[in-house]
Nanobody
Framework: DVQLQASGGGYVQAGGSLRLSCVVS??????IGWFRQAPGKEREGVSC????????SYSDSVKGRFTISTDYAKNTAYLQMNGLKPEDTAVYYC??????????????????????WGKGTQVTISS
């Protein structure tokens, strides 16, 4: 089974930046993505990138502010977050999928259904 570990979260003021990292045991032919979950809310897809065509996907709320990238030599994925807002406060998770998504549910991104989850990292943005 693939192992994932997210890190790099922290506390910053609105308008600040953070860079999250996710170390993956091994990159497969699947996509890799970032999700987040705020207290009392459903988990939502933030961004993902496909290894097949390098297509990236972003939720509307983070477009233009967040950037996903990978470093295959280090088996690491990143999420650069700029212009952070209080509504970005959540636990962020990296994940990988194993099957195609039938819809656009809370565990989907870029047409894939994600089912392997790493330990999350807390991101807190103050006003």
């Amino acid at each position: 089974d693939v192992q994932l570990q997210a890190s790099g979260g922290g506390y910053v003021q609105a308008g600040g930046s953070l860079r999250l990292s996710c170390v993956v045991s091994t990159f497969s032919g699947y996509s890799i993505g970032w999700f987040r979950q705020a207290p009392g809310k459903e988990r939502e897809g933030v961004s993902c990138i496909s290894r097949y065509d390098s297509k990236t996907s972003y939720s509307d709320s983070v477009k233009g502010r967040f950037t996903i990238s990978t470093d295959y030599a280090k088996n690491t994925a990143y999420l650069q977050m700029n212009g952070l807002k209080p509504e970005d406060t959540a636990v962020y998770y990296c994940a990988t999928p194993s099957v195609l998504a039938a819809d656009s549910g809370s565990n989907t991104c870029g047409g894939w259904s994600y089912d392997s989850w790493g330990k999350g990292t807390q991101v807190t943005i103050s006003s």
